[in-house]
Structures are given as C-alpha cells and as structure tokens.
C-alpha cells in the first residue's frame, strides 16, 4: 500500500515570506499526484495536480509544485505568501491502478502572519 | 454547476438514534466517495460508488451503511454509532474511477458529534 508524508505539520510564515511545503510518498509504480487546500471552515480545494509531462506544474493562486520522480516528492511552492493562504494543504497520491483511490498525506498547517 | 452539497452541515446524536447523511452533484458524475475526517487528521476513505454500485469498502463497520439512490445522491445512513463516530463526514465525486487521474470535487462535509 502507498504511503504519503509530509514533513512539516505547522508552519508560521511572515506576508511575503517564500513557501515550501515538503511531500514524499512511498510507491513503486506511477502514481498521480495532487495538492489540495482547505481553508478554514471551508471544503476541500484542489490546487494542482501532476499527471505526467512536465514536472512543473502550476495551479490556482500562485502555487507551483515539482515532481522530482527519483526522490519520490512533490513539494508545493509559492515565491510570497499572503494572510489569506492561512490553511491547511495536504498531498495526496493516487496509483494509476488503484482505481482513482486518493491516499492523503497528513497535512500542513500554515499560519501566515499579517 | 462544479458543486458538491452536503446536508445537513452538522448533527447530533445519540448512540441509539438512526440518521442519514446527504451528498449530491450535478455534474454528472458516475464516482462518489464518502470519507471521514477527524480533527487535525487527513481524510480517510469509507465508501467508494462506481455507477451506483459499491466498489470499494475501506472495513468499515456495519454500524455505516451507503446508498446511492441514483447517480446524483448518494447517502450515508447512521444506527447505533460510538462517540469515537465523531468527525466531519466528507462527500466527494469524480467523472470515473478507471484510472487515478479524475480529480475529486469535495463537498463542505457534515460535522457529527455522537453523544
């Protein structure tokens, strides 16, 4: 069974402050790979998602993430951060032949200061 | 319409009541999911629905029983839970579940406290 983990389980960043979320996930086959964020009091949002193609690949509200396939990650970044990215984000992996199974990691919990 | 709504968006119970949750879409989706979430935790998969037929059961004891009605709605309906039942009830849909590249869409969730 696939695992995902993620590094860092709380975060405080100052406004402007650049952003790395870390994510690593075990699993030896191809796997699709997603971001996804929730907002307080809100529901699950998808940020980006990587399929295959190139590594990089950008989504909504600034937020980028690169696939490194030989370190089996896929963190999550933003050059500045703003107060209203205060959330929490978590990776999730899906094999290609797990019948779109979404195994999440254990989420990130950003605090950005004003 | 790209939305999943849930209802309600909280419940109480007691362990010997019987209740039912909520989920819809209208986006014609053929997956449905149902997760639960604890606090400070991850989502966890319960319930799979591949055109209205369940797919996949994560062990979930019986005390959880699904139903999906029609492709729109799929239900979750509730009898005899623990207080360790407690969590935020997490619906969500994809186009199909053949491959692991359809994205889900996530509803609000149902927050239930058993008492």
């Known amino acids: 069974a696939q695992s995902v983990s993620q590094h860092n389980h709380h975060v405080i960043l100052s406004e402007a402050a650049s952003l790395e979320l870390g994510c690593n996930y075990s699993y030896g086959g191809t796997v699709n790979l997603f971001w996804y964020v929730q907002y307080p009091g809100q529901h699950l949002q998808l940020l980006l998602k990587y399929f295959s193609g190139d590594p990089l690949v950008k989504g909504i509200k600034g937020f980028e993430a690169e696939f490194i396939k030989s370190k089996f990650s896929f963190n999550l970044r933003k050059p500045s951060v703003q107060w209203s990215d205060t959330a929490e984000y978590f990776c999730?992996?899906?094999?290609?032949?797990?019948?779109?199974?979404?195994?999440f990691g254990g989420g990130t919990r950003l605090m950005v200061k004003p | 319409d790209t939305e999943v709504t849930q209802t309600p968006k909280h419940l109480v119970m007691g362990m010997t009541n019987k209740k039912s949750l909520k989920c819809e879409q209208h986006?014609?989706?053929?997956?449905m999911y149902w997760y639960k979430q604890k606090a400070k935790k991850p989502p966890e998969l319960m319930f799979v629905y591949s055109y209205e037929k369940l797919s996949i059961n994560e062990s979930v004891p019986s005390r959880f029983s699904p139903e999906c009605p029609n492709s729109s709605l799929l239900n979750l309906h509730l009898h005899a839970l623990q207080p360790e039942d407690s969590a935020l009830y997490l619906c969500?849909?994809?186009?199909?579940?053949?491959?692991?590249?359809?994205?889900?869409?996530f509803g609000p969730g149902t927050r239930l406290t058993v008492l």
């Open positions: 986006m014609g989706h053929r997956a």
């Open positions: 999730a992996v899906s094999p290609n032949n797990a019948g779109n199974m979404l195994t």
């Open positions: 969500a849909s994809s186009q199909g579940m053949t491959s692991g590249r359809n994205e889900q869409f």
